[in-house]
Nanobody, 127 residues
Framework: QVQLVESGGGSVQPGGSLRLSCTASGFTSDFYAIGWFRQAPGKEREGVSC????????LYADSVKGRFTISRDNAKSTVYLQMNTLKPEDTAVYYC????????????????????WGQGTQVTVSS
């Protein structure tokens, strides 16, 4: 079955950048939606961005628009999240997740819709 592994997390100062990677295995030839989510201590898990392995059209949460960029390399089975101008409030465990595109009505940042999840990678933004 589908397995997802995140990497690229770490500690950075405010205003800095990080690039997260999500590498997938076990995909069929079907198209998938791949999403990035984050969860800070004491807060609900929230959607950050998602992208289709089909048409590649991205979707972003308002909180990260203009700062984060999602992209995918289907040949490498990898989705990236480039995070620029990081803020302390971006501190969280970041997860990638996937769902068969044909199982959803539309691209969405709702965590409940996604079926497969990675283990997460910690991002810490502080001075």
């Amino acid at each position: 079955q589908v397995q997802l592994v995140e990497s690229g997390g770490g500690s950075v100062q405010p205003g800095g950048s990080l690039r997260l990677s999500c590498t997938a295995s076990g995909f069929t030839s079907d198209f998938y939606a791949i999403g990035w989510f984050r969860q800070a201590p004491g807060k609900e898990r929230e959607g950050v961005s998602c992208i289709s392995t089909g048409d590649g059209i991205p979707l972003y949460a308002d909180s990260v628009k203009g700062r984060f960029t999602i992209s995918r390399d289907n040949a490498k089975s990898t989705v990236y999240l480039q995070m620029n101008t990081l803020k302390p409030e971006d501190t969280a465990v970041y997860y990638c997740a996937a769902v068969l595109l044909r199982q959803i009505a539309t691209m969405t940042l709702s965590p409940d819709i996604y079926d497969y999840w990675g283990q997460g990678t910690q991002v810490t933004v502080s001075s």
